[in-house]
Nanobody
C-alpha cells in the first residue's frame, strides 16, 4: 500500500487549503484513516481521523475549522482546512491503519506535505 499526499503550500492566515491523499494498493480491510501533523520541534499529533463507519474525530484545536472526508470510489482521503492560523504550520501526513484476518493492525504513512500559514 502506498499513500501519496498533496495539496500543501503557503497560505495567509484566515485562508484555506485542501489536502488530498491518494491510496494505491489493497489491504484486507481499512480500519481507519487520518491526518497527522508535525511542527518544527514538536511531536507528531493526530489532527483528524475517520473510522471505517465514517465517524470523524478532531483534535480540539481544529474543531470547526477542518473537515476530513474519504472517497472510497476514488481511494482518496481529504482534509479541508479553513480559517488557517500560523500555529497550523506543519508537515501533514496521511495515515492508514489496516486490519488483518488475525485482528492485527498495520500503519501506513504518506510522505508528508508542508503547510505554511504566514503573512
Amino acid at each position: 500500500v502506498q499513500l501519496q499526499a498533496s495539496g500543501g503550500g503557503l497560505v495567509q492566515p484566515g485562508g484555506s487549503l485542501r489536502l488530498s491523499c491518494a491510496v494505491s494498493g489493497s489491504v484486507f480491510q481499512i480500519n481507519r484513516m487520518g491526518w497527522y501533523r508535525q511542527a518544527p520541534g514538536k511531536l507528531r499529533e493526530l489532527v483528524a481521523r475517520i473510522s471505517s463507519s465514517g465517524t470523524s474525530t478532531y483534535v480540539d484545536s481544529v474543531k470547526g475549522r477542518f473537515s476530513i472526508s474519504r472517497d472510497n470510489s476514488k481511494n482518496t482521503l481529504d482534509l479541508q482546512m479553513n480559517s488557517l492560523k500560523p500555529e497550523d504550520t506543519a508537515v501533514y501526513y496521511c495515515n492508514l491503519v489496516a486490519g488483518t484476518v488475525h485482528d492485527d493492525e498495520y500503519d501506513y504513512w504518506g510522505q508528508g506535505t508542508l503547510v505554511t500559514v504566514s503573512s
